[in-house]
C-alpha cells in the first residue's frame, strides 16, 4: 500500500517537473531573457542543430525569473 502510494506521488512529481522544464523552455526566449542575453541565446541554442534545450543551459536565475513572472500573471 506505501510503495503504491509513493509510486502516484513520485509519478505525478516527475509529471510536474517536465511540464515546468516544458514551459521554461518555451518561455525563456519570450519573456525570460533580458536584451543582452538574447544573442547567447541565439548563438547557443537557436544555430545548434544539436537539440539543446534551454533548460539545460540556463540554470536558477532564469528559473526565478519564470517564478516572478508567474507571480504577476496570478
Do not use: W
Not at 21 to 33: G, T
Not at 35 to 54: L, M, S, W
Amino acid at each position: 500500500m506505501i510503495y503504491c502510494l509513493f509510486s502516484r506521488v513520485s509519478d505525478t512529481v516527475v509529471e510536474i517537473l517536465n511540464g515546468l522544464r516544458s514551459y521554461f523552455d518555451k518561455a525563456l526566449p519570450v519573456m525570460l531573457l533580458y536584451k543582452e542575453e538574447r544573442g547567447q541565446y541565439a548563438d547557443n541554442v537557436q544555430e545548434d542543430h544539436t537539440n539543446i534545450t534551454p533548460s539545460s543551459i540556463y540554470g536558477a536565475e532564469h528559473l526565478l525569473r519564470l517564478f516572478g513572472n508567474a507571480r504577476s500573471a496570478i
